[in-house]
């Protein structure tokens, strides 16, 4: 992960069992966790709010709304976050699914998630988009939901056991 330590700056410090960087040199240890995301599947009366992604990685793919969890935040306060700062709505009836590991690359970054699934519901029928990194925001009924548009398996995986595509 790291050409030098980032402590002594000695050269190759030692990558083990793909989560942690540990120098010979000085015993600088960094952990890459597993970090925590959450995706949301908000239905609206009888559609889906589907998301096409506006960057790397997966741009131009189908999207849930969601994200990471931040510092100190718990699941479901990433939930109600994400999806306000993304759409600009209030959800109810936010119930949890299930989780999956996923794998996110990111300007050279391999990340390792476990994204946890909610499904949850919005009255709001007006949403905008807030943010750059949603190029489309989509109201699909779930016949018209196709699930290989999706950027990643975890969320295909879960929308083929959770509408039964
Ligand atoms: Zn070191």
New binding site residues.
């Given amino acids: 992960m790291f050409d030098y330590?980032?402590?002594?700056?000695?050269p190759s410090?030692d990558f083990i069992d793909h989560k942690k960087t540990v120098?010979?040199?000085?015993?600088?240890t960094l952990y890459q966790n597993t970090a925590a995301a959450v995706a949301v599947l908000v239905k609206q009366k009888n559609r889906y709010i589907i998301l096409r992604r506006g960057r790397e990685p997966g741009k131009g793919m189908l999207d849930l709304p969601g994200g990471f969890v931040d510092p100190g935040e718990s699941a479901e306060d990433s939930c109600r976050r994400e999806i306000r700062e993304e759409l600009g709505i209030k959800i109810s009836n936010l119930r949890y699914i299930c989780s999956r590991p996923n794998i996110y690359p990111y300007k050279g970054v391999t990340y390792h998630t476990c994204d946890m699934f909610f499904t949850a519901e919005s009255g709001d029928d007006v949403f905008t988009r807030q943010e750059d990194e949603i190029d489309e925001i989509l109201l699909l009924s779930k016949e018209e939901i196709e699930i290989n548009q999706f950027a990643f398996d975890s969320i295909k995986n879960l929308l083929k056991d959770k509408l039964g595509a």
């Fill in positions: 330590c980032p402590k002594c700056r000695k410090p120098c010979p040199e000085c015993g600088f």
